[in-house]
């Protein structure tokens, strides 16, 4: 149980074009999803905290405007790189958090992003 | 700010030896952690968790020893195999209510020599 899955698994797109990355609950409802930036060789660094049916919660330093993240429903969030250029080339993952009574994420298999 | 800071960046263990990865903490109001491993590629997955009332909890070959006073925090795995080569997260969730934030560590690489 627990799992968490990310469409596409990989991604190369042009610069000024814009991406958007699934992030699913498979077997659970997620009333909270997180998002993450990963640079090669360094930690996992939070963009935002996702809520299904209200505005995200984004981390000093994003902006809301660059990444779009919507959350739809209890089992889909999605984050959008709108105008994408090549220093937005990382490695995205999103996380769920099963219930509210928990504190454990359960994490996606990432998304790697790489703008030409 | 506080942050979850390790003191290894890269541990080479014997297959076979048992492994120790290291954490620091600073965030004395920080009450639950968690171990993750994350492989080349891929996701972050959770191995182990203990929160703040506990000092000592046991998996299947892991152990997650946890020292309040010194904030540290301590993984050890046994009997390390080459599938356990990967970099490993500590990571801490402040008592925040319903908004739980996760801090990562910085990591540390094992690498298993067979």
Same mark, same amino acid.
């Given at each position: 149980?627990?799992? *968490? ?5 990989? *991604? ?6 814009? *991406? ?12 909270? #999803? @997180?998002?993450?930036?990963? @640079?090669?060789?360094? $930690?996992? #660094?939070? #963009? ?7 505005? /995200? ?23 959008? *790189?709108?105008? /994408?250029?090549?220093?937005? $080339? ?5 996380? /769920?958090?099963?219930? /509210? ?5 359960? @994490? ?9 | 700010?506080?942050?979850? +800071? ?7 263990? %014997?297959? +076979? ?41 046991? +998996? ?16 050890? !795995? ?14 801490? !969730? ?16 094992? %690498?298993?020599?067979?």
């Amino acid at each position: 149980g627990a799992v *968490v899955s990310q469409h596409p698994s990989w *991604v190369i797109c042009k610069s000024g074009t814009s *991406v958007k990355i699934e992030c699913r609950s498979l077997d659970f409802q997620a009333t909270t #999803m @997180f998002w993450y930036r990963q @640079f090669p060789k360094q $930690s996992l #660094m939070l #963009m935002a905290t996702s809520n299904e049916g209200s505005k /995200a919660t984004y981390e000093q330093g994003v902006e809301k405007d660059k990444f779009l993240i919507n959350h739809a429903s209890l089992t889909l969030s999605t984050l959008t *790189v709108t105008s /994408a250029h090549p220093e937005d $080339s990382s490695f995205y993952i999103c996380s /769920a958090r099963v219930s /509210a009574g928990t504190d454990t994420q359960y @994490f996606g298999p990432g998304t790697r992003l790489t703008v030409l | 700010g506080e942050s979850v +800071g390790l003191h290894l960046p890269t541990l080479s263990v %014997q297959e +076979g030896d048992n492994s120790i990865i290291n954490c620091a903490y600073s965030n004395s109001a920080s009450d639950y952690f968690i171990w993750y491993k994350q492989e080349s590629g891929k996701g972050p997955q959770f191995i182990i968790d203990i929160r703040s009332n506990m000092d000592k909890r046991q +998996g299947q070959r892991v152990t997650v020893l946890l020292n309040k006073t010194v904030k540290h925090l301590s993984l050890q !795995i046994a009997a390390t195999q080459p599938g356990d080569s990967a970099v490993y997260f500590c990571a801490e !969730i402040p008592h925040s209510g319903g908004y739980q934030k996760v801090t990562f560590g910085i990591g540390t690489k094992l %690498q298993v020599i067979p």
